[in-house]
């Protein structure tokens, strides 16, 4: 399977401990972005990446969360001191930048499902 | 009150119906369109991209963006069991140098047979 991976798939913790999940984009995708999706609602933008770059943060980013990608490749985002509203679908998504003005199209992972006791 | 409004639903139609899932969006900036099918406990999958105002078509997806009145859609024909799903539209603006996604709620759909 050459999609956009994520792991773990699910993940319980109890609130106040540190979580960290990885993403492992498309081999050729230079965009990496992270979203999150709470029940009956649509994603919401996390942060995005360009190579190793973070070029932007939501302010839904508070600073219990941290997100990197070493060398342009995989991508972890932490939490800590997990709180029960964290409790949601943490989705990652790759893309290729385009050679032409416009967009790009992003293709998501699975997710990772959080759950904050 | 949100960039991008979306129905939720649930919508139930039988087999064979002709679907029409629908936003409407306030932010003027926005240049690109997109609708992303979700089955439950998956990620988003995109299904149709257009840009500006207009209408594109592949096979039983038709998206349909107005840009006059900020409305856009999306038509299924002939509508299966296995288009039950999640709809969610999704838009960025113009002059962004990447594709921060800006998502409806999403629509629950369910096509009974």
């Known amino acids: 399977d050459t999609g956009v991976s994520q792991n773990p798939r699910h993940k319980i913790t109890k609130r106040g401990q540190n979580v960290t999940f990885r993403c492992d984009p498309i081999?050729?995708?230079?965009?990496l972005y992270w979203y999150r999706q709470t029940l009956g609602q649509g994603p919401e933008f996390l942060t995005y990446?360009?190579?190793?770059?973070?070029?932007?943060k939501s302010r839904l980013l508070s600073d219990r969360f941290s997100a990197e990608r070493p060398k342009g490749s995989f991508s972890t985002l932490e939490i800590q001191r997990t709180e029960q509203g964290d409790s949601a679908m943490y989705l990652c998504?790759?893309?290729?930048?385009?050679?032409?003005?416009?967009?790009?199209?992003?293709?998501f992972g699975p997710g990772t499902r959080l759950t904050v006791l | 009150q949100k960039e991008v409004e979306q129905d939720p639903g649930p919508l139930s139609v039988p087999e064979g119906a002709i679907v029409s899932l629908n936003c409407t969006y306030s932010n003027s900036a926005f240049q690109y369109f997109m609708w992303y099918r979700q089955y439950s406990r998956k990620g988003p999958e995109l299904l149709m991209y257009t840009y500006s105002s207009g209408n594109k078509e592949d096979g039983r997806f038709t998206a349909q963006v107005d840009k006059s009145s900020k409305y856009i859609s999306l038509f299924i024909r002939d509508s299966q069991p296995s288009d039950s799903a999640t709809y969610l539209c999704a838009m960025i603006p113009g002059g962004t140098s990447y594709g921060k996604l800006t998502f409806g709620q999403g629509t629950i759909l369910t096509v009974h047979p």
């Open positions: 081999s050729e995708h230079n965009r």
């Open positions: 998504a790759s893309s290729l930048a385009p050679r032409l003005a416009g967009s790009d199209t992003q293709y």
């Open positions: 990446f360009q190579n190793e770059a973070q070029l932007e």
